[in-house]
């Protein structure tokens, strides 16, 4: 007798859930959130070390080879992805960017 009250609630709580994709949606978007601000995190690192390192080798790196050869692994890869980030070197500035998409930040010059 009591198993119809339970199969509606049953019923009601996969419908909720079925249309609860906002929610799902909204954690999504926390946790992309998240992701880019590890990945700025490290970005913003690796921007002091290029400077620091720059400043005492009196040099400027320019490829991602020297980049990979300056700083530590865990500076020169996304956290989330892994991948390495890519150093573009324009006339007047130098960007560092996460191939992902996450972050880009401007390496000043001298
Ligand atoms: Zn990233």
């Not at 049953?10 to 419908?15: D, E, G, Y």
């Not at 978007?29 to 490290?42: K, M, S, T, Y």
């Not at 956290?79 to 930040?105: M, N």
């Amino acid at each position: 007798m009591r198993v119809i009250p339970l199969l509606f609630f049953i019923l009601a709580l996969t419908v909720s859930c079925g249309t609860g994709t906002s929610s799902e949606l909204k954690l999504e978007e926390i946790r992309l959130r998240l992701e880019v601000n590890q990945c700025r995190l490290v970005l913003e690192n690796a921007r002091y070390r290029v400077m620091s390192w720059e400043y005492d080798h009196g040099e400027r790196i320019v490829t991602g080879d020297e980049l990979r050869a300056a700083l530590p692994e865990s500076l020169v890869v996304c956290p989330v992805t892994l991948e390495p980030y890519i150093l573009e070197t324009g006339p007047d500035a130098r960007h560092l960017t996460c191939p992902v998409g996450h972050e880009s930040v401007e390496l000043m010059e001298e």
